[in-house]
């Protein structure tokens, strides 16, 4: 199986995840999902790979899957409770990272044989993190925002907002990862690409998740709709 094969079999995977959590456990099942993605994303952020003849992380598809997750928050609870599932995810990243930092340090057993190779996955370097940490909190804070205030200005159509948050964001996302992760390291044209690439990929996700977000809604169409509206 070719790898663009698999990449959309990951994106259809995801996106039946991120339902079946808020299908069978409604708002708590999105919540772990934003945590679950946000961790999972930044292990697998780490591969690169050749897709449709450019290079990518797999990172970007469950990533940006988490948007669909918030938007569902969004729409069905509020600003306040789509804030709570990006710091939620946000703790999740950090805390799993400080954790794994601090298990490097153990000093391994003469027979270890996985030090090497953990120090190799989650052997990061600061800067990384830092702008990891940025893009999410950045790019997230923006999508509910910008979710809410389309919403305000043109209520009927949920594809609207969707698309215009989501899309603005995995640009912000791309733009503060690449600046703070690679200003002075890679050339401007090589930023450029990298931005260009993550933020095509990133773009694709954020257009196929417009009709999960119906079907999500349709699924559980009463939870969360009295208390959306009043909640700022």
Known sequence: MTNELLWLAMLGLNFGLIILAWYFWGKPGLLVWIAIAGITANLQV???VILFGMTATLGNIVYAGSFLATDI???RFGKKCATRGVWIGFFSIL???VLM???LLFAPAPSDEMQLHLVALFGLLPRIVLASLAAYLVSQSHDIWAFQFWKKRFPGPLWLRNNLS???SQLIDSLVF???AFLGVFPAGVMVEIVITTYLFKLVVA???TPFLYLALALR?????SSASGEE
């Open 46 to 48: 780490s591969k690169t």
């Open 73 to 75: 928050l969004s729409e």
């Open 95 to 97: 805390a799993f990272t």
């Open 101 to 103: 930092q601090l298990a």
């Open 166 to 168: 989501t899309g603005v």
């Open 178 to 180: 690449t600046l703070i």
């Open 207 to 209: 257009l196929l998740d």
């Open 221 to 225: 169409p009463q939870e969360g709709a």
